[in-house]
């Protein structure tokens, strides 16, 4: 990999642990502890992304190497780096939870391409000082569905975290998948991730929660410096900027998060990305039927916190942590509050227009809030494809009758029987205001079908969907994880060869385990 130019500003800037040995423990006055990753027994490359492999520096004849290999399952240090992981704290479920960190993370350096920096990290590598109770290694299952889903969403246009590989370690992993007292050996993996940085809510948090506020502003600097250059004036105007940079790119996030029906299932403060990008794919899931209280995390199944209607109220209260992390800085609450006030305020507005085109609504008026809504109650009377409806609405002509536009998105139903009496008037009467808003659009209806069908998406990785390739894959069968991985390139794209794959959750996993809800058991 002779084109890897490596650049350890982290590292290098910003405060060690003096602590090199690998316990787990309390670290403080530290932002990261340096720790190598568990060699593996017999790492295998299962697969590779050969256009983050080309971002980084990294050739495709490169990544069939045996330096590759080595290098990217923890077997190998590269030259001239010094693997570590980050200190950080966070809100888990709500609740202050102290010091997290980097528990099966480890950050292998930082590399420059083209004049853009990225992170490499490996998920799954070992035990570290966060790694609490846990081994720090991951099971071949959940990183299946880390290496495909961050894929799947940066090609679906949502800020993500990439994957560049998905090794097998050739170590057995103990997991307790339901948390029900029955753990099984699984096949060990190794997932490395991309990103500008893996820097989170919870690193900030960590440090004015132990007041170690000359790292806090240390650290909100080195941000600044690296990632906001753009960012300009005295210090105290710097650190409010920092702050609404970071809450207009959640925000945005969130929005596309909602346009395609991904709920992250994990939103805890030690999750979120200071440069808006979806990063720690665990429990995740799409929308099959629309139901907004739907989450895809067991460990969340009672109280629903992090359900798809929700995201957008809860990126708000983990800004709000965000901001009392930064508070020591800037010493004034009102214009951290006005920030805050204003991300729900731009979040509605934008959700609208959002919205709207989904629907391929252009000319806006004022119906347009009673349309959308009276859309989402309807789609919650019975079982309705997200995905399904969305796509096929873009075949509903200006000409089409409420009766002829309702016939196009039927396959959506998932009990087709259920759409009668009540439910049946109430799509009839949605149709009919929809279908004379289409009479006010200027565009044709091929033009507005291109336009919704570049935002609405034909594919998304469905559970059930990652469930099979990882079936198939526990039986050394890689096809799917390929098949899907090159589906997933093109989501807004016909895809014919591919048109098994549009079609509504099969009965059979509507309960399975992996493709309903998940645990957050890697």
Same mark, same amino acid.
């Given at each position: 990999?002779?084109?890897?130019?490596?650049?350890?500003?982290?590292?290098?800037?910003?405060?060690?642990?003096?602590?090199?040995?690998?316990?787990?423990?309390?670290?403080?006055?530290?932002?990261?502890?340096?720790?190598?990753?568990?060699?593996?027994?017999? #790492?295998?490359?299962?697969?590779?992304?050969?256009?983050?492999?080309?971002?980084?520096?990294?050739?495709?004849?490169?990544?069939?190497?045996?330096?590759?290999?080595?290098?990217? =399952?923890?077997?190998?240090?590269?030259?001239?780096?010094?693997?570590?992981?980050?200190?950080?704290?966070?809100?888990?479920?709500?609740?202050?939870?102290?010091?997290?960190?980097?528990?099966? %993370?480890?950050?292998?350096?930082?590399?420059?391409?083209?004049?853009?920096?990225?992170?490499?990290?490996?998920?799954?590598?070992?035990?570290?000082?966060?790694?609490?109770?846990?081994?720090?290694?991951?099971? @071949?299952?959940?990183?299946?569905?880390?290496?495909?889903?961050?894929?799947?969403?940066?090609?679906?246009?949502?800020?993500?975290?990439?994957?560049?590989?998905?090794?097998?370690?050739?170590?057995?992993?103990?997991?307790?998948?339901?948390?029900?007292?029955?753990?099984?050996?699984?096949?060990?993996?190794?997932?490395?991730?991309?990103?500008?940085?893996?820097?989170?809510?919870?690193?900030?948090?960590?440090?004015?929660?132990?007041?170690?506020?000359?790292?806090?502003?240390?650290?909100?600097?080195?941000?600044?410096?690296?990632?906001?250059?753009?960012?300009?004036?005295?210090?105290?105007?710097?650190?409010?900027?920092?702050?609404?940079?970071?809450?207009?790119?959640?925000?945005?996030?969130?929005?596309?998060?909602?346009?395609?029906?991904?709920?992250?299932?994990?939103?805890?403060?030690?999750?979120?990305?200071?440069?808006?990008?979806?990063?720690?794919?665990?429990?995740?899931?799409?929308?099959?039927?629309?139901? #907004?209280?739907?989450?895809? &995390?067991?460990?969340?199944?009672? &109280?629903?916190?992090?359900?798809?209607?929700?995201?957008?109220?809860?990126?708000?209260?983990?800004?709000?942590?965000?901001?009392?992390?930064?508070?020591?800085?800037?010493?004034?609450?009102?214009?951290?509050?006005?920030?805050?006030?204003?991300?729900?305020?731009?979040?509605?507005?934008?959700?609208?227009?959002?919205?709207?085109?989904? +629907?391929?609504?252009?000319?806006?008026?004022?119906?347009?809030?009673?349309?959308?809504?009276?859309?989402?109650?309807?789609?919650?009377? =019975?079982?309705?494809?997200?995905?399904?409806?969305?796509?096929?609405?873009?075949?509903?002509?200006?000409?089409? =009758?409420?009766?002829? %536009?309702?016939?196009?998105?039927?396959?959506?139903?998932?009990?087709?029987?259920?759409?009668?009496?009540?439910?049946?008037?109430?799509?009839?009467?949605?149709?009919?205001?929809?279908?004379?808003?289409?009479?006010?659009?200027?565009?044709?209806?091929?033009?507005?079908?291109?336009?919704?069908?570049?935002?609405?998406?034909?594919?998304?990785?469905?559970?059930?969907?990652?469930?099979?390739?990882?079936?198939? %894959?526990?039986?050394?069968?890689?096809?799917?994880?390929?098949?899907?991985?090159? +589906?997933?390139?093109?989501?807004?794209?016909?895809?014919?060869?591919?048109?098994?794959?549009?079609?509504?959750?099969?009965?059979?996993?509507? =309960?399975?385990?992996?493709?309903?809800? @998940?645990?957050?058991?890697?």
């Amino acid at each position: 990999m002779k084109n890897l130019k490596i650049n350890n500003r982290f590292t290098t800037e910003l405060p060690a642990d003096p602590n090199e040995t690998n316990e787990v423990r309390q670290v403080s006055n530290a932002l990261f502890s340096y720790v190598n990753p568990t060699i593996p027994k017999n #790492p295998k490359l299962i697969h590779a992304s050969k256009e983050v492999a080309e971002s980084i520096g990294i050739s495709t004849e490169e990544i069939q190497s045996e330096s590759f290999l080595n290098a990217f =399952s923890g077997k190998e240090i590269l030259p001239e780096t010094r693997p570590y992981a980050m200190c950080y704290a966070g809100h888990q479920f709500g609740n202050w939870a102290g010091q997290l960190g980097d528990g099966r %993370a480890i950050n292998l350096t930082e590399v420059e391409h083209n004049n853009v920096f990225f992170t490499l990290q490996l998920k799954g590598a070992g035990k570290t000082p966060y790694s609490r109770t846990a081994d720090g290694l991951a099971v @071949l299952r959940s990183s299946i569905r880390e290496y495909l889903c961050a894929e799947a969403m940066h090609y679906l246009g949502v800020p993500t975290t990439r994957s560049l590989s998905l090794m097998l370690s050739g170590d057995e992993v103990l997991r307790d998948i339901l948390y029900n007292g029955n753990p099984a050996y699984e096949k060990g993996a190794i997932v490395c991730r991309v990103a500008p940085s893996f820097i989170r809510f919870g690193s900030f948090e960590m440090l004015t929660a132990r007041n170690e506020l000359k790292n806090l502003k240390e650290f909100v600097e080195y941000n600044i410096k690296h990632y906001f250059p753009e960012i300009k004036g005295e210090p105290k105007e710097q650190y409010l900027q920092f702050f609404k940079t970071v809450a207009d790119k959640t925000r945005e996030m969130i929005l596309h998060w909602q346009r395609v029906g991904f709920v992250h299932g994990v939103m805890n403060t030690d999750n979120m990305s200071i440069h808006g990008i979806t990063i720690d794919y665990g429990p995740y899931g799409w929308l099959e039927n629309y139901d #907004p209280n739907w989450t895809p &995390n067991t460990t969340d199944s009672q &109280n629903r916190r992090y359900r798809f209607g929700n995201q957008p109220q809860i990126a708000q209260w983990n800004l709000y942590q965000l901001a009392n992390a930064l508070y020591p800085l800037i010493n004034e609450a009102e214009p951290l509050e006005k920030i805050l006030e204003s991300f729900i305020t731009d979040f509605d507005s934008d959700y609208k227009t959002m919205y709207l085109s989904k +629907l391929g609504i252009f000319t806006s008026t004022e119906t347009d809030d009673k349309l959308i809504t009276g859309l989402e109650t309807i789609l919650q009377l =019975s079982e309705t494809d997200m995905t399904i409806f969305f796509r096929n609405l873009s075949k509903v002509k200006k000409s089409d =009758s409420a009766e002829k %536009a309702f016939e196009t998105i039927q396959e959506a139903f998932y009990i087709p029987e259920e759409i009668s009496g009540d439910i049946l008037s109430s799509w009839t009467k949605w149709f009919s205001v929809y279908t004379e808003k289409l009479k006010l659009e200027e565009l044709s209806d091929e033009d507005r079908a291109k336009k919704m069908n570049a935002i609405n998406p034909k594919y998304v990785l469905r559970n059930y969907m990652a469930q099979l390739a990882i079936d198939a %894959a526990d039986q050394e069968n890689y096809s799917l994880v390929e098949e899907l991985f090159l +589906l997933l390139q093109k989501p807004y794209d016909e895809q014919p060869e591919f048109e098994k794959w549009f079609t509504k959750r099969p009965d059979w996993a509507r =309960s399975k385990v992996g493709c309903s809800m @998940l645990s957050c058991s890697s």
